[in-house]
Every structure is written in C-alpha cells, then in structure tokens.
C-alpha cells in the first residue's frame, strides 16, 4: 500500500511512527496471488456477497490472504475501509474535485469513556456496510457506479453476476463486532462471520436483537471471559450460532501479518502464534465456508468441513479453552 498506509499503521496499532520504514518496505514485499483487473467470470445464477470489515487500526488489503481464498472458492468479497476514524488511515475524493481527503486514526479522546466513543463507530461501521449491500443492489438493478478514483475495472459488469438473496457479512476484531450488528441494521444480511471479535463496543439491549446465526472464529490467545460470555449469550439465543478456537494462534493470525517472515513478525509484535498460517487460514477459510453454505444455502461441496463448525478437527475446539487471554 501507498507510505500513508504504513505511517499510519504504525502510528495506530503500534504507536511507533519510527517503524514506518520498516513496515512500508515489509508491505511492499508482500505478493498477492490474483490477477489485477482480471476479466469477470460469468456465472450462472450469480455469486453470493461478502462484505467484509477490517479491525481497529488496519485498513482493507490487510485482509487479502482470508479474503482471495474465499473469492478463490467462489464469492464476491468487497472490503470496506471505514470513515470512523478507526483505520490505521484512509481516503476518499470528492465526486468531482478529485482531491484526496485523509481521515486518520483516532484514539479515544481524554476524559471520555471509551464504550461511548467506540460504540458510536461501531453504529456507523455497521451503517457503512449497509451502504456497501446498497451499491451492490443498485449494480444489480442496473444503475451505473462512478468511478472517481478510475481503477479500471468497471463494477457495472457484476450486473447480472450477482445473487444478491445470498448476503453475508463478515469481519476481524472490532470488524468481528461490526459484523454482528450489522445482522441488526439490515435483514438481507443472512448470517456473519466474526473472526476473533472484539465484542466490548456493543451494547447489552442489542443481544437479544440479533436475529440470524453467527460464527464466531477465535483465537487462542485474545479473547476474555467477558467476551465469550457476550458470543455465548447470542449462541444460547440463536441455535445455529457457533463458537469455535483456532489453537496456537494470536489475534494478529487472522490478518496478512502471519505471512510476514517470523523475527520482522516478532519484532513488529513481540508474539506470534505455534500454528502454522497456512494451516490457520486453510482452518479459518473452510469452517467460513461450510458456515455460509449451510446459511445461504450454497450448491458447493463445502459441507465436507461442517465438523469444524462444531470445533472438530485438528488445531480447532469448540468454543474456547478454559484459561484467560495471555494478551
């Protein structure tokens, strides 16, 4: 990504600017498998949706490992870059004007409690993938999308290519909570994906509220009692909801930082998990998978990794292990 993306990275999630070099020329060497403005494949009977949201301090394409491999499998997956001052950074231009304008990271300001301040994100996180499914519903209704930024991919040629009766959300961390209200806000979402979420910023009247299974991927080491009393109180309310742990992993696993090499990795975080990442994408990805076919009714062949749903499998358990985040 452009040096913005690093300074701000490593301004938000680290708190050290100096690494910025460091972490710029690691982004930059980092290749994705895909093939940039490829030709649409046109499928009969269109591809389901995945809208995916980042996690706090992060920004879009440092999701690209979790989101190429379930596009590899089949579905469109659009992520988002919020404008809640929660990305590490992000830009957006103005129809017309053309300029960039750079909404930074923001922490919790002095004096004020930081459930209000990051509740009020999360609202509009939630909001902004409504208004993501939107775009995507007006692509399919044939209305034209202007491209200011002139990418060269014309997002019209989804039109006719899309099932838009087959809607997920899905998302890491603070994207993890987000996705879950985001059930909330819109019906044609059909289910979620939280990967470790942060579930600290959603309020307790909002519980009872969530209306369609979710499938909750965690990690060893992140999450806290209080935060799996939260996903056990959706599960006990929604039987088709599923809590499941990634052993040997750590929060930073389920974002494109595990494929960084393991002493810049370290030095960057001071901890990596046991696991290898292959391993935990490939774990991640297929129980995702098996979840969305079971909820939007896939014809796929995914049902072949439902066990994981129920955390059987190698490297996986249900809910979570019986001892506090090291985090």
């Given at each position: 990504p452009?040096?913005?993306?690093?300074?701000?990275?490593?301004?938000a999630?680290?708190?050290?600017?100096?690494?910025?070099?460091?972490?710029?020329?690691?982004?930059?060497?980092?290749?994705?498998?895909?093939?940039?403005?490829?030709?649409?494949?046109?499928?009969?009977?269109?591809?389901?949706?995945?809208?995916f949201?980042?996690?706090?301090?992060?920004?879009r394409?440092?999701?690209?490992?979790?989101?190429?491999?379930?596009?590899?499998?089949?579905?469109?997956?659009?992520?988002?870059?919020?404008?809640?001052?929660?990305?590490?950074?992000?830009?957006?231009?103005?129809?017309?004007?053309?300029?960039?304008?750079?909404?930074?990271?923001?922490?919790?300001?002095?004096?004020?409690k930081?459930?209000?301040?990051?509740?009020?994100?999360?609202?509009?996180?939630?909001q902004?993938?409504?208004?993501?499914?939107?775009?995507?519903?007006?692509?399919?209704?044939?209305?034209t999308?202007?491209?200011?930024?002139?990418?060269?991919?014309?997002?019209?040629?989804?039109?006719?290519?899309?099932?838009?009766?087959?809607?997920?959300?899905?998302?890491?961390s603070?994207?993890?909570?987000?996705a879950?209200?985001?059930?909330?806000?819109?019906?044609?979402?059909?289910?979620?994906?939280?990967?470790?979420?942060w579930?600290?910023?959603?309020?307790?009247?909002?519980?009872?509220?969530?209306?369609?299974?979710?499938?909750?991927?965690?990690?060893?080491?992140?999450?806290?009692?209080?935060?799996?009393?939260?996903?056990?109180?959706?599960?006990?309310?929604?039987?088709?909801?599923?809590i499941?742990?990634?052993?040997?992993?750590?929060?930073?696993?389920?974002?494109?930082?595990a494929?960084?090499?393991?002493?810049?990795?370290?030095?960057?975080?001071?901890?990596?998990?046991?696991?290898?990442?292959?391993?935990?994408?490939?774990?991640?990805?297929?129980?995702?998978?098996?979840f969305?076919?079971?909820?939007?009714?896939?014809?796929?062949?995914?049902?072949?990794?439902?066990?994981?749903?129920?955390?059987?499998?190698?490297?996986?358990?249900?809910?979570?292990?019986l001892?506090?985040?090291?985090?």
């Amino acid at each position: 990504p452009r040096s913005e993306y690093a300074t701000g990275l490593a301004d938000a999630a680290l708190g050290r600017r100096w690494c910025s070099a460091l972490l710029s020329i690691a982004l930059g060497s980092c290749r994705v498998p895909v093939g940039w403005n490829a030709p649409l494949k046109p499928r009969s009977g269109g591809y389901p949706l995945i809208i995916f949201s980042h996690g706090l301090g992060t920004f879009r394409t440092l999701y690209s490992a979790i989101c190429t491999e379930l596009a590899s499998w089949g579905c469109v997956v659009a992520a988002l870059e919020h404008r809640d001052h929660s990305a590490a950074t992000t830009y957006f231009c103005s129809a017309g004007a053309g300029t960039e304008q750079w909404i930074p990271f923001q922490r919790v300001p002095p004096g004020q409690k930081e459930f209000y301040f990051r509740n009020k994100q999360v609202h509009q996180r939630a909001q902004e993938c409504v208004r993501a499914l939107r775009l995507f519903q007006g692509i399919a209704g044939g209305g034209t999308v202007p491209d200011i930024l002139h990418q060269g991919w014309d997002l019209c040629l989804l039109k006719d290519n899309l099932d838009l009766t087959k809607v997920a959300v899905m998302g890491h961390s603070f994207g993890g909570v987000t996705a879950v209200l985001a059930l909330v806000k819109e019906p044609s979402f059909r289910c979620a994906v939280a990967l470790d979420a942060w579930m600290f910023p959603l309020e307790n009247l909002l519980y009872p509220e969530v209306p369609k299974p979710v499938l909750f991927i965690n990690t060893e080491k992140f999450q806290t009692p209080e935060s799996l009393a939260k996903m056990k109180r959706l599960s006990s309310r929604n039987g088709q909801t599923r809590i499941v742990t990634v052993l040997g992993t750590v929060h930073e696993d389920q974002t494109d930082f595990a494929f960084f090499p393991g002493k810049l990795f370290s030095r960057i975080f001071g901890r990596r998990g046991t696991l290898d990442p292959h391993k935990a994408l490939a774990i991640t990805s297929r129980a995702a998978l098996a979840f969305l076919q079971r909820h939007l009714e896939l014809q796929e062949q995914f049902g072949q990794w439902d066990e994981l749903l129920e955390g059987v499998g190698d490297s996986v358990v249900p809910e979570a292990p019986l001892r506090r985040s090291h985090l």
